[in-house]
């Protein structure tokens, strides 16, 4: 799943490198296979690692020294070897073999329009020109969280989890009240509102932009439903959609790592299950929670 971290201190400061390193230390539950940070002047950021592709490699946060730039990144891009090709006849050369390296070249290449080629999950932070810019995303659904505070005197701190921002005791702790509205409501805080005033979190398909302490936020893609099947027979949208779930659940199964598959009762993770091991040509292991009554113990029907 990894982590993210850092702080980018306004013009004249030192990054607080001791801050940033307990912020990893916070997010280690989500990186377990390596915790590592990075700093330079005005810039700190941390990643902590769960190695899925390029397990050897691929290690962050990645620096681009020649381009003065340095990536944290979240998530898996599924569609990265496509693109690698693609960059690479632009002319990029790669030292890695994974995604991460993907999303920097990427972002060289395109700029804030990266995005809209990345097709996966993902967030990421890219800081540049010696933390004079900072380009933040978020994918497309919000399967991926960042939670992030922009002072009033360009301090940028941003965290891939609200309590990992709390290692900085110069973060306001006052609350906001319209997000605790929200949350005894629904249960949740609607983005970009969380608990605290003084933090936000990044919207999904959303990107943060960052010059010189100046944020400008923007939507890059939309959810858009069309007509009634889209203009498609029932017979055609049904093997549209299955070729959809075939291809997305074959795009998952890209790993270094065994693959596995939460097993319940249900439609959507039988089917995934199924295509799953049809994709790979055998059997994947299956994992299923059960509970100690006969009404809600969904085991027998996995």
Avoid at 27 to 50: F, K, M
Avoid at 134 to 154: E, N, S
Avoid at 240 to 269: C, I, M, N
Wanted: overall charge neutral.
């Amino acid at each position: 799943m990894c982590g993210i971290c850092g702080i980018v201190a306004p013009p004249g400061a030192v990054a607080p490198v001791e801050i940033v390193q307990r912020m990893v230390r916070a997010l280690a539950h989500r990186g377990p296979d390596e915790q590592a940070t990075h700093t330079a002047g005005r810039v700190a950021v941390g990643h902590t690692r769960l190695s899925i592709i390029d397990l050897a490699a691929s290690k962050q946060p990645m620096v681009d020294d020649q381009r003065g730039m340095v990536l944290v990144f979240n998530g898996e891009i599924y569609n990265y070897k496509e693109l690698r090709e693609e960059l690479r006849a632009s002319g990029h050369v790669f030292t890695t073999a994974g995604d991460t390296e993907v999303v920097l070249r990427a972002y060289q290449v395109f700029g804030a329009d990266c995005v809209t080629r990345l097709q996966g999950m993902f967030a990421f932070v890219i800081v540049s020109e010696e933390g004079r810019r900072i380009f933040a995303a978020r994918d497309r659904l919000g399967i991926k969280p960042l939670f992030y505070a922009l002072g009033d005197d360009g301090r940028f701190s941003f965290a891939s989890e609200l309590s990992a921002l709390f290692e900085d005791a110069s973060l306001s702790r006052v609350m906001d009240r319209e997000a605790f509205a929200y949350f005894f409501t629904f249960g949740y805080c609607p983005d970009p509102l969380t608990l605290v005033a003084a933090a936000r979190q990044l919207p999904p398909a959303h990107v943060l932009s960052i010059r010189d302490g100046r944020g400008a936020m923007r939507r890059y893609w939309s959810f858009v439903i069309g007509g009634r099947g889209g203009g498609r027979r029932r017979g055609e949208a049904t093997a549209r959609f299955r070729d959809l779930v075939e291809e997305a659940v074959r795009a998952h199964l890209v790993a270094d790592v065994p693959v596995g598959s939460f097993l319940s009762s249900g439609l959507d993770s039988s089917l995934v299950t199924t295509l799953a091991a049809r994709a790979a040509g055998q059997p994947i292991r299956t994992f299923t929670v059960g509970v100690r009554s006969e009404e809600g113990d969904e085991r027998p029907f996995a």
